[in-house]
């Protein structure tokens, strides 16, 4: 099956610079690479997904990079706030065939801003 | 929280006692899972349904079973608790467009203490 490695697992930053967090998958059908936040005592919020046919997708201060040929997707965060802080979670999925949407997700990454 | 609700939210209980978590859906999603959350792992999935009565297995599913009698409704149980089933609980939902599956959205999260 699917496996997912996220890097690093604590990441802490100062106020205004740049967050990056990476990721990487086994299978090659997979083709939706969601990314997820999570802040205490909440369950993960979609942020940012990205399909296996985009190379690059950005919404405001948030992008995310797909490289399929060495199976690894990358989380940017520009401009970090302090409300930024939070635990964050990369998945994979096969979003068609018989898999039933089913995702693996990474082991997450502690994400701390400092004001 | 997408129209979903995890009943209880918190719940402590013994070793050896039957525990069932409800999630509840207003959504009218087809696809609803079960999601396991521990320290280091991340989220791992425990059983998901694609259908009324249609469930099946995840990578993490021993000791636990569930049933969906009705779309809004998917029940997990574990038959009887182990201290290893301390975790935090997350249902979450999705649904189809054509066939291309769509984002999950995560319920509130159960916190499970078995003593």
């Known amino acids: 099956g699917e496996n997912v490695e996220q890097h690093p697992s604590t990441l802490s930053v100062q106020e205004g610079d740049s967050a990056v967090i990476k990721c990487t998958y086994s299978d090659s059908a997979s083709n939706y690479f969601p990314w997820y936040k999570q802040e205490l005592g909440k369950g993960p919020q979609l942020i940012i997904d990205?399909?296996?046919?985009?190379g690059e997708k950005k919404d405001q201060r948030i992008a995310v990079t797909l490289n399929k040929t060495a199976k690894h997707f990358s989380l940017h965060i520009t401009e970090t706030q302090p409300e930024d802080s939070a635990v964050y979670f990369c998945a994979a999925q096969n979003a068609g065939g018989t898999s039933y949407g089913k995702l693996t997700f990474g082991q997450g990454t502690i994400l701390t801003v400092h004001p | 929280d997408a129209g979903i609700t995890q009943s209880p939210r918190h719940k402590v209980t013994e070793t050896g006692t039957p525990v069932t978590l409800r999630c509840h859906q207003t959504?009218?999603?087809?696809?609803m899972y079960w999601y396991r959350q521990d320290p280091g792992h991340g989220l791992r999935l425990i059983h998901y349904s694609y259908g009324v009565k249609d469930t099946d297995k995840g990578e993490v599913s021993d000791g636990y079973s569930v049933s969906r009698s009705k779309t809004e409704d998917f029940l997990l149980t574990l038959e009887s608790a182990t201290s290893s089933q301390t975790s935090v609980y997350f249902c979450?939902?999705?649904?189809?467009?054509?066939?291309?599956?769509?984002?999950?959205?995560f319920g509130p999260g159960t916190r499970l203490t078995v003593l």
């Open positions: 990205i399909r296996s046919n985009v």
């Open positions: 959504e009218n999603h087809r696809y």
């Open positions: 979450a939902i999705s649904f189809t467009s054509g066939r291309v599956m769509n984002e999950q959205f």
